[in-house]
């Protein structure tokens, strides 16, 4: 496994859907990356203050109707628990275990009646570029539809159960003219959308 990015069917529409979303401006975090899917991750690692701080995620959602396009970003030592580039085949196969669960959207909870479902998912590590030292950041990317878009009132986190060292998540969301920001916890790991 090259490159641990795990794409469950990448549409025309997730394109799109992030090409709308990362142009939908700043989401309080004025990193230098280049999202642009593992083609060149030009980290710079000294981004300001709250850029790469252990323990801490960044998560942008972004809804569009039906179309709910998800953003989250960590350290990868918070949830691969190591950031240096795989020494073996044991951290190799962890970090791509982890990419994968990333990767599912299985840890986002949104309320049953609205019906969403994954449509897409990409989960990478710029710790698997041979190349990269020093920090490393994990960047997913998920794309989902919910057929009942005015349930879709709260979203939940289901990553703190299983990466302790993650200790707040900034969310930010934007749907329409609303928008608002939410600091996750371990005790706080659902929000209200609007
Ligand atoms: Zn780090």
């Known amino acids: 496994m090259k490159k641990a990015v795990v794409a469950l069917g990448v549409s025309g529409a997730l394109v799109a859907g992030w090409y709308a979303f990362s142009h939908f401006g700043h989401f309080g975090h004025d990193h230098a990356h280049s999202?642009?899917?593992?083609?060149?991750?030009?980290h710079s690692h000294d981004h300001g203050a709250g850029g790469h701080a252990h323990g801490v995620g960044q998560m942008s959602l972004f809804v569009d109707n039906t179309d709910v396009s998800l953003f989250f970003h960590a350290p990868a030592g918070d949830v691969i628990g190591f950031e240096h580039y795989p020494r073996d085949e044991e951290e190799r196969a962890h970090a791509g275990a982890a990419?994968?669960?990333?990767?599912?959207?299985?840890?986002?909870?949104?309320?049953?009646?609205?019906?969403?479902?994954?449509?897409?998912?990409?989960?990478?590590?710029?710790?698997?570029d041979e190349a990269n030292e020093g920090h490393a950041d994990v960047t997913v990317d998920l794309m989902f539809t919910c057929e009942r878009p005015r349930h879709l009132t709260q979203a939940t986190v289901q990553l703190f159960e299983t990466y302790s060292a993650l200790e707040r998540i900034d969310a930010h969301w934007i749907r329409g003219n609303n928008t608002d920001t939410a600091e996750l916890t371990p005790a706080i790991t659902t929000f209200r959308i609007r």
Not at 35 to 42: A, E, I, L, W
Not at 101 to 128: H, K, N
Request: glycine share 8%; with cysteine.
């Open 99 to 128: 990419l994968t669960f990333l990767a599912s959207g299985e840890w986002m909870q949104f309320p049953q009646r609205a019906e969403c479902t994954l449509q897409s998912g990409t989960a990478d590590s710029d710790q698997l």
């Open 35 to 42: 999202h642009d899917h593992g083609h060149n991750h030009s």
